[in-house]
């Protein structure tokens, strides 16, 4: 099994199956696909190391295992592996786009729970609306693309509460 790293800095084991070469391929094409530069030219990209297997490179990347999913020969594999990076394809099992409210979307979604709650804006500080309060706070911070200081602002509460209570729940400012 194979650490891979996703968004939100998350690791996903893949085990050793025919997928694997397509988590491959969409780490090396993540450049390309963001519009940064060719397959080839990321400096941090692993991709050279697989296209320089065959030429007996110095090993800093464990490639032997995908390029013999290609071919046991290492040019052939090599060649192989060029083509299927390069082809156009639809790897979006690891895109998970997630949906995130806007600002507009995160007033309403605030107004829809303050009611639902039976809480007036003003009282979102109060003691007695901690739990409905940082509920609020963590939805509103992993679902919107509102920011801390947004956030604080538009409940009226310090912007140190709201961190920590994003710190709490592992939610990133």
């Known amino acids: 099994m194979y650490p891979v790293l996703l968004s939100g800095y998350s ?12 988590v491959i391929r969409y780490v090396h094409n993540n450049p390309v696909k963001a519009g940064i530069c060719k397959i080839h030219e990321y400096k941090w990209s692993s991709y050279p190391f697989y296209i320089q297997a065959a030429r007996g490179q110095k090993k800093l990347v464990e490639h ?3 390029l013999s999913c290609f071919s046991k020969d290492a040019n052939r594999a090599v060649r192989l592996f060029k083509e299927f990076n390069n082809q156009e ?3 979006d099992f690891i895109d998970m ?3 995130m409210m806007g600002e507009e979307e995160a007033l309403e979604y605030i107004k829809n729970y303050l009611d639902k709650n039976n809480i007036m804006i003003e009282y979102i500080r109060l003691r007695e609306y901690k739990r409905e309060r940082d509920i609020l706070i963590q939805e509103l911070a992993g679902k919107s693309q509102l920011s801390l200081r947004e956030i604080a602002y538009i409940l009226g509460i ?13 939610l990133s400012p």
Do not use: M, Q
């Open 97 to 99: 786009e997630e949906y």
């Open 158 to 170: 310090s912007r140190e509460t709201v961190r920590k209570i994003c710190a709490l729940k592992g």
């Open 64 to 66: 032997e295992e995908i």
């Open 11 to 22: 690791r996903k084991y893949c085990p050793n199956n025919p997928e694997y070469a397509s």
């Open 89 to 91: 394809n639809s790897d």
